[in-house]
């Protein structure tokens, strides 16, 4: 639980874990390597402390979080080929169409 409270952004709201880990890797680390923490859509941001949570720092709407999600997606795929798949379920958004 320690480490947890080290490693994870447990002190501020968070969708929780978003991506799954891809096979021989973790997604946070893929995250970091682009260089997509801290990344922002309004009030939803890529955790500084763990970059597969983004959290919600008052306000966030499901389409910042939804956004910023696809934008994570498609900056991680751009720059290694690998294509994140969602931990977190979203209904009634474009990503639901998406499978």
Do not use: W, Y
Not at 60 to 67: F, H
Request: net charge positive.
């Amino acid at each position: 639980m320690a480490e947890r409270r080290r490693r994870q952004p447990l002190s501020i709201p968070s969708c929780g874990s978003v991506f799954r880990n891809p096979p021989d890797g973790f997604a946070g680390e893929l995250i970091e390597r682009c260089g997509l923490k801290g990344k922002r859509a309004g009030a939803a941001e890529v955790s500084r402390r763990h970059a597969n949570f983004i959290v919600n720092h008052g306000g966030a709407t499901a389409d910042e979080i939804e956004r910023l999600i696809l934008e994570v997606q498609a900056g991680v795929r751009e720059a290694t080929g690998v294509t994140l798949q969602p931990e977190v379920r979203i209904l009634g958004g474009s990503m639901e169409a998406q499978g």
